[in-house]
């Protein structure tokens, strides 16, 4: 049997023939149409403008015989050359509020959470400031709400700053405790969080001598770092489930010593001076970050 293509296949290249040259003839006659509506209205815009009256030329204006400036007002609140303050900084805080704000310098920016107390100091002293590192996956204001360490200062009249580790930096919010450019003194987020203490000190005449740096987790991992690399900003660290200084080398071997598989040799070059007073919290039966790491901290 044949099929119906094969039955008109003689008379297919007479149709096929037809039909271009319909296409053809109706595309041109579009064409022709198109040009016959834009010539149309071409020569309607060219019969209005010329019924309009010619208008009148404007006078020159004279030229100044000075250049023009700018001038562009500028507050600047800094008090290092590399480290940024916003213009809120500079005002005078209000007690009992939180101060949102954040720190830039050459290693990186953070933006953080100050509370300011309403107690006042006493006569001849300047209020201590506690620095809180929160964990993986927190942020500042979560790590507020949970440890309600703002009220806890109240009672001493203590300002408490919550630094916010950045999902640029880390997806997880974690401080890069375990990575090497993190544990040096002068690098890093090290170098970050020593800039915004000591603007903040600066800043509202806070004590230098009673600066407090306490974390858990990797937070408390990088109160540690901070304990031992700025011994002589920080006077005491606070560890809550936190890893001694150099345990890690990579985010693998983080992953090792959480367990209590630490490097063979802990690379103690970077720190300098003696260890600060520390306070080690460890849950005994906590299965991602062993207690032998406890230990580790404190010997």
């Known amino acids: 049997a044949s099929t119906p293509s094969e039955l008109y296949d003689d008379e297919q290249p007479r149709r096929r023939t037809g039909a271009r040259a319909l296409k053809t003839w109706t595309t041109a006659m579009r064409a022709a149409l198109r040009l016959a509506g834009a010539a149309t209205a071409a020569g ?7 019924s309009k009256p010619p208008r009148k030329k404007k006078a020159p204006k004279p030229k100044r015989s000075t250049p023009r400036t700018k001038s562009r007002a500028t507050t600047s609140t800094s008090v290092g050359q590399s480290d940024e303050y916003s213009k809120t900084d500079a005002t005078q805080p209000t007690p009992g509020t ?7 310098n050459g290693y990186g920016t953070r933006a953080y959470r100050l509370y300011v107390p309403r107690a006042q100091p006493t006569a001849g002293t300047r209020p201590p400031l506690v620095v809180m590192l929160h964990g993986c996956g927190q942020d500042a204001e979560q790590f507020a709400a ?17 630094p916010e580790q950045s999902q640029n930096a880390n997806r997880n919010r974690c401080w890069n405790w375990f990575e090497p450019e993190h544990q040096q003194r002068g690098e890093g987020e090290p170098a970050i969080l020593a800039g915004m203490i000591r603007k903040l000190v600066r800043l509202h005449q806070l004590d230098p001598r009673r600066v407090t ?17 700025y011994p002589d900003l920080v006077a005491a660290v606070g560890s809550v489930a936190g890893m001694p200084y150099g345990a890690a080398s990579s985010a693998t071997t983080a ?17 300098i001076g003696g260890p600060v007073r520390t306070l080690v919290i460890q849950g005994d039966r906590d299965r991602v970050v062993v ?9």
């Open 213 to 229: 740096v306490a974390g858990l987790s990797a937070g408390a991992a990088m109160a540690v770092i901070l304990g031992r690399t």
């Open 44 to 50: 309607a815009r060219l019969g209005a403008a010329a």
């Open 291 to 299: 207690p032998r790491n406890a230990d580790r901290i404190a010997a």
């Open 146 to 162: 949970v440890t309600r360490m703002a009220e806890r200062a109240e009672a001493y009249g203590a300002w408490v700053v919550f």
């Open 98 to 104: 939180v101060i949102v704000g954040r720190f830039r």
């Open 255 to 271: 992953l090792l010593a959480m367990r209590g598989r630490h490097r063979s040799a802990v690379e103690l070059a970077a720190a």
